[in-house]
């Protein structure tokens, strides 16, 4: 299975609600990752898991938090997002370099999150 | 820091045509450099990578790339494009080796559209 699965497939939200995000992998992949995609622009890094750690934040607000509650499972838990935060949300899972001793571990991403701000 | 260049924003081919699409990088070390494709509202999808060894890559659906250290490129080709091809190309290069996990670095994407 080489498949990276993210539910909702599309999400409508107010500016005071809270809802989260979810992503999924069955490859044994400890290396995990949320990105930002506006349109017509490449994926902005946001947060790297690595073994269930926060590896990275890339000084994303608060807003957005992220959880990964096991190594299959990654979550983002949006709340007070402001309407500039619509965006494709995209999940992404990779061998870990401290697994593989590779650097070159190749992401698989999700099909992604539309979410929309109101 | 590394970088990516993708020049071309848009490109346009007949179907049946050859394609080219560029990419220059910028990186300190021996670059781990990767092309992925976005079809419209979709994830991305790896066309191919380069690590070390052969510089000509093959990938999937036809496409090859070439790494060329001198030049600092690593260009996308595929030597007849077909309708389905259309899409947003992304070049990448990384990762870097942080507290674990990796961080690609993306261009800023190159719009592929196929003429009938």
């Known amino acids: 299975d080489t498949e990276v699965t993210q539910t909702p497939k599309h999400l409508v939200m107010g500016m005071t609600n809270k809802k989260s995000l979810k992503c999924e992998q069955h490859?044994?992949?400890?290396?995990m990752y949320w990105y930002k995609q506006k349109a017509k622009k490449p994926p902005e890094l946001m947060f790297v898991?690595?073994?269930?750690?926060?590896?990275i934040n890339e000084s994303v607000p608060s807003r957005f938090s992220p959880e990964c509650p096991n190594s299959s499972l990654l979550n983002l838990h949006l709340h007070a997002l402001q309407p500039e935060d619509s965006a494709l949300y995209l999940c992404?899972?990779?061998?870990?370099?401290?697994?593989?001793?590779?650097?070159?571990?190749?992401?698989?991403f999700g099909p992604g999150t539309r979410l929309t701000v109101l | 820091a590394q970088s990516v260049t993708q020049p071309d924003i848009h490109i346009t081919v007949s179907e049946g045509a050859s394609l080219e699409l560029r990419c220059n990088y910028s990186y300190g070390a021996t670059p781990y450099l990767f092309w992925y494709v976005q079809s419209p509202g979709q994830g991305l999808q790896l066309l191919l990578k380069?690590?070390?060894?052969?510089?000509l890559v093959q990938g999937i659906k036809g496409f090859e790339a070439e790494f060329k250290r001198s030049q600092s490129s690593f260009n996308l080709r595929k030597p007849s494009v077909h309708w389905s091809d259309a899409a947003e190309y992304f070049c990448a290069v990384g990762p870097i080796l942080t507290g674990g996990g990796n961080k690609l670095t993306f261009g800023t994407g190159t719009q592929l559209k196929v003429e009938l």
């Open positions: 898991y690595s073994y269930e750690k926060l590896s």
């Open positions: 380069y690590f070390s060894g052969d510089t």
């Open positions: 490859m044994g992949h400890r290396a």
């Open positions: 992404a899972s990779s061998q870990d370099p401290r697994t593989s001793g590779r650097a070159s571990n190749e992401q698989f």
